[in-house]
Structures are given as C-alpha cells and as structure tokens.
T-cell receptor, first 113, second 118 residues
C-alpha cells in the first residue's frame, strides 16, 4: 500500500547541531509539506514543495531548509538546532493542484537540549 | 488574512452524549476547502472529511456529521452517541485556493481536545 513515512520517529540533539528529518511518500504526490506542532499553536507550516526542484517558505521557516531532488522525498534540515525548535514535526503530501486533501506521516518528536 | 478559530479548547463528555465541535473560518477566497482531522493519543493525524465552498449540504458518516454554513462561516462537527475511542484532539483546517499563489496550503485551527469518559 502507498504510504508516507518519517524517520527518525524520535530524535534528541544538542543546540547548534545540524539535524535532518526524512519524509518519504510512495503515492507519487507532487505536493509535499512540513509542519510543526506545538501546544497552543496547532500545526504551522514550515516549508512546502509543489514538485521536484520547487521549494517555498511557510509561516515559520526561519532556521529550516528543504530540498526536493525527487518526487518521493522532502528532507527537512535544521541548520543549527535551537531549543525553540523542540517540537513534533509532521510531513504531509497531496496530489497536484490546489485544494487536494493532505495525508500526514506519523510525525517525528525532536528534543533539542 | 485566512484564519481558523476553534474556540473550544477542551470538551469533556460522558459516553453516549452527543457533542459538537465548533469551527469558524475567515477567508477572502471564493473557492476553498474545509477539513477536519483527528489526532488520537497515539499522535497521528487522521483525515476525516473535506468539504468544498460550493457544497453546503450536510454530511453524515456513521456517528459523525458535519454542518457547513457559509452565511456564518462555520463548519461544525457533531459526534452522536460519543464513545471512549472518540477521545482525541480534533483539528479544523482551511485550504486556500489560488489567492496569493499558495495553492492548497492548510491553515489549521488550534484544535479541540475531546475527552469521552465511560
């Protein structure tokens, strides 16, 4: 069955380190998204991509970057991890075009010490 | 600016009670979609329903029903005869159309935590 996976599921890192969170989907969806979930804020969009080589900043993109070299993967990189980036990160994908349903991965819990 | 408000932060009910979760949205788009997602204690986000801005018919799926009213910019979610397994955080979300070039991006409300006690 087609699916969307995230790895690692849990990560502990230290302030200042570079961290990369992986997202892989097998639906062949062109659209992919990264969100972070924090208490009191719901889910907020970090970065998104509408296809290979396309990346765009979302609401809370500072300190994060993404790259899209193929359809299946959208890795999220924290350039220099900060304690404020402790959060649960969700990846999502959807078919091309506006207004399509987004399907979410299982999430990655990141703790920055 | 687009915005989604879920005024109820937490709701607690006893099993078999009916419960309605409120969602109010703001948008300048004429074409948009509204969504509900469920996040059980295990943490994953589960898609429940999508409704487009041109379809105001209510939807029923088993014990779940949704009431979409453009006149009040609301998309409320009712669970009939609630069960313990319905305990979760429920998110309402709005998807923009082509306005501003951010097609399909979801704007989430902050969620309503529903606790159903036996």
């Amino acid at each position: 069955d087609a699916e969307i996976t995230q790895s690692p599921r849990h990560k502990i890192t230290e302030t200042g380190r570079q961290v990369t969170l992986a997202c892989h989907q097998t639906w062949n969806h062109n659209n992919m998204f990264w969100y972070r979930q924090d208490l009191g804020h719901g889910l907020r969009l970090i970065h998104y991509s509408y296809g290979v080589q396309d990346t765009n900043k979302g609401e809370v993109s500072d300190g994060y970057s993404v790259s899209r070299s193929n359809t299946e993967d959208l890795p999220l990189t924290l350039e220099s991890a900060a304690s404020s980036q402790t959060s649960v990160y969700f990846c999502a994908s959807s078919e091309s075009g506006a207004l399509e349903t987004q399907y979410f991965g299982p999430g990655t819990r990141l703790l920055v010490l | 600016a687009q915005k989604v408000t879920q005024a109820q932060t937490e709701i607690s009910v006893v099993e078999k009670e009916d419960v309605t979760l409120d969602c109010v949205y703001e948008t300048r788009d004429t074409t948009y979609y509204l969504f509900w997602y469920k996040q059980p204690p295990s943490g994953e986000l589960v898609f429940l329903i999508r409704r487009n801005s041109f379809d105001e018919q209510n939807e029923i799926s088993g014990r779940y029903s949704w009431n979409f009213q453009k006149s009040t910019s609301s998309f409320n979610f009712t669970i009939t005869a609630s069960q313990v397994v319905d305990s979760a955080v429920y998110f309402c979300a709005l998807s923009e159309g082509d306005y501003g070039g951010s097609q399909g991006n979801l704007i989430f409300g902050k969620g309503t935590k529903l606790s159903v006690k036996p």
